[in-house]
């Protein structure tokens, strides 16, 4: 099911400061910069900046997301396997879809289809 590890996104809950902090860290500049957003891209992997939600908490602040194909049967074999989904399949433009579902052991799993 998993293809391979392509994005890691840390939840913050100031996303200029953790942007500047970043860009200081690993003097790279981020390839996408929203509001919503902001990817950096080191040698194909992704670092994600998401702002801090109603759903996150101390210790889940991270999610890792793995490519996988047909997403939304990722999703309902979790499920299946005693996984609850803390975000459905959405489309984030693109042609990329994500999801997040939380294993039966509390970790947050991110799933992503396409490009």
């Given amino acids: 099911m998993f293809k391979k590890l ?6 913050v809950p100031d996303m200029q400061k953790a942007k500047e902090w970043y860009i200081i860290l690993t003097g790279t500049q981020p390839y996408f910069d929203e509001a919503f ?29 793995w490519a996988v194909d ?20 959405a489309d984030v433009g693109g042609g990329i879809k994500v999801a997040t579902v939380i294993d039966p052991w509390g970790n947050a799993v991110g799933l992503i289809e396409g490009a």
């Fill in 6 to 11: 392509r994005t890691v996104i840390y939840y």
């Fill in 70 to 89: 047909e997403i939304e049967k990722c999703v309902q074999k979790s499920v299946e396997q005693g996984a609850t989904i803390l975000y459905d399949t």
């Fill in 37 to 65: 957003y902001v990817g950096f891209d080191f040698n194909g992997c992704e670092l994600g900046l998401h702002p801090q939600d109603e759903t996150v908490t101390i210790g889940n602040q991270t999610v890792s997301h």
